[in-house]
C-alpha cells in the first residue's frame, strides 16, 4: 500500500538550533511529496513540495526539505528554530488511483520549540 | 495563491439533526474536491473525492448515506452529515484541486470544527 510516514510524535528543539522532522514514504513510481504545518484550530498552510529536479527543496518560512531516493524518505528542515515554528506538521504524498490522485498524510509530527 | 473557503468555521447541532458544511474556491475552478475529518491531535483522514457534476467516491469505512457530498459546479462543494451524533464531532477541512490529474495544486480550506451534542 502507499503510504508515508512520520516516526515521531513530538519533535522537541531550543530556539535558534536547527530541527529536524522525519519523513519516510512507500509508493510505485516517483513520488509527489508535500510538506504542511497546520496551527491550533486552523487549515493547513503548505510549506513545500518535491515533483521532481533537484533533491534539495526550499520553502516557506525559511524551510527545507531533502529528497532522498535511496532511503525514501523526505525530512523537513531548518537551519535554525524559532518558537513560532511551533506547529503540526504533516508529510503527505499524492497517490495515483484509476485516472486520478489524491494527497494522503502522514500521522503527523508536533514541533515544539522552546525559547 | 488560490484561495478556498468553507462555511462555517464553527457549528454547535444537537443530536439526531443535519449540517451542512460549505466549501468554495474563490479565485480558480475546482474539477475535484476532496473532503478530510481530522480528530483532535490526529491527522487528516480522506473522507471522499468529488468531480463536478458526478458522485462522490468515498474512502473505504466511510459512510455514503451519512456524509452527503454534493459537488454540482466548478466553485462550490458541500458536505451534509445527517443525522449527526456525537462520535461525528470533529474538524472537516475541504480541498480543492484545478486541473485534473498529478500536477496541478491541491488547496486547502481553513477548516470546520463539528460539535455535536
Known amino acids: 500500500a502507499q503510504s508515508v510516514a512520520q516516526p515521531e510524535d513530538q519533535v522537541n528543539v531550543a530556539e535558534g538550533n536547527p530541527l529536524t522532522v522525519k519523513c519516510t514514504y512507500s509508493?510505485?513510481?516517483?513520488?509527489?511529496l508535500f510538506w504542511y504545518v497546520q496551527y491550533p484550530n486552523r487549515g493547513l498552510q503548505f510549506l513545500l513540495k518535491?515533483?521532481?529536479?533537484?533533491?534539495l527543496v526550499k520553502g516557506s518560512y525559511g524551510f527545507e526539505a531533502e529528497f532522498n531516493k535511496s532511503q525514501t524518505s523526505f525530512h523537513l528542515k531548518k537551519p535554525s528554530a524559532l518558537v513560532s515554528d511551533s506547529a503540526l506538521y504533516f508529510c503527505?504524498?499524492?497517490?495515483?488511483?484509476?485516472?486520478?490522485?489524491?494527497?494522503?498524510f502522514g500521522s503527523g509530527t508536533r514541533l515544539s520549540i522552546r525559547p | 495563491g488560490a484561495v478556498v473557503s468553507q462555511h462555517p468555521s464553527w457549528v454547535i447541532c444537537k443530536s439526531g439533526t443535519s449540517v451542512k458544511i460549505e466549501c468554495r474556491s474563490l479565485?480558480?475552478?475546482?474539477?475535484?474536491m476532496f473532503w478530510y475529518r481530522q480528530f483532535p491531535k490526529q491527522s487528516l483522514m480522506l473522507m471522499a473525492t468529488?468531480?463536478?457534476?458526478?458522485?462522490?467516491?468515498?474512502e473505504q469505512g466511510v459512510e455514503k448515506d451519512k456524509f452527503l457530498i454534493n459537488h454540482a459546479s466548478l466553485t462550490l462543494s458541500t458536505l451534509t452529515v445527517t443525522s449527526a451524533h456525537p462520535e461525528d464531532s470533529s474538524f472537516y477541512i475541504c480541498?480543492?484541486?484545478?486541473?485534473?490529474?498529478?500536477?496541478?495544486?491541491?488547496?486547502f480550506g481553513p477548516g470546520t470544527r463539528l460539535t455535536v451534542t
Open positions: 468529488s468531480n463536478e457534476g458526478s458522485k462522490a467516491t468515498y
Open positions: 479565485d480558480f475552478q475546482a474539477t475535484t
Open positions: 480541498s480543492a484541486r484545478s486541473v485534473p490529474g498529478q500536477g496541478s495544486e491541491q488547496y
Open positions: 518535491y515533483i521532481t529536479g533537484d533533491n
Open positions: 503527505a504524498v499524492r497517490v495515483k488511483y484509476s485516472s486520478a490522485s489524491k494527497i494522503i
Open positions: 509508493v510505485s513510481g516517483n513520488p509527489y
